[in-house]
């Protein structure tokens, strides 16, 4: 009875690595995911390697990158990053994690003097590929954005999370 209790719980072990990764989000987030992948696997082999790495912090704007840090990053892996790597290390980074501050934390990099503003122009290059002209101005439409091109992103991951108040009144 003993080792049919280890067996089962080998199984369920088993399961947890593998298929489990999936069931951490909702349909939607994986799709979200699946898009944010396919920016970022710029060879589109199905795997995140340095290269695509250094060419997606390119498209943002951030040319001088260290060796050290994208090494870092694809440690975390531990072992090649393919979509199902890629969504477990999300659901470990957003496990227990509020979303406002998930959100911010992916602010920061486009934010390197810590001001909470981003300049509108850094995440244009890549938006432009991926996205419509209408859905871009749908998603800067709540941005609060001031007469110098930046968006304030602490306020734009309130309205996010929590909502406009212009649109409930």
Do not use: W
């Amino acid at each position: 009875q003993a080792s049919k209790k280890a067996s089962n719980k080998r199984q369920r072990g088993g399961q947890k690595s593998s298929s489990n990764v999936f069931s951490m989000f909702e349909q939607s987030q994986i799709q979200e995911f699946k898009e944010a992948f396919g920016c970022i696997d710029q060879d589109r082999d199905g795997v995140i390697k340095k290269q695509d790495l250094k060419e997606t912090y390119a498209q943002l704007g951030k040319l001088n990158v260290k060796d050290e840090e994208l090494d870092e990053m694809l440690n975390e892996g531990k072992g090649p990053i393919n979509f199902t790597v890629f969504l477990a290390l999300f659901g470990e980074k957003l496990n227990g994690t509020d979303p406002e501050d998930t959100i911010l934390a992916a602010f920061k990099p486009f934010d390197p003097n810590g001001t909470a503003f981003m300049f509108l122009h850094m995440g244009c290059g890549i938006i432009a590929d991926k996205f419509t002209a209408e859905e871009v101005d749908q998603a800067f439409a709540l941005a609060p954005i001031d007469p110098t091109g930046n968006i304030d992103y602490k306020s734009l991951c309130y309205i996010i999370t929590h909502g406009d108040e212009k649109e409930e009144s």
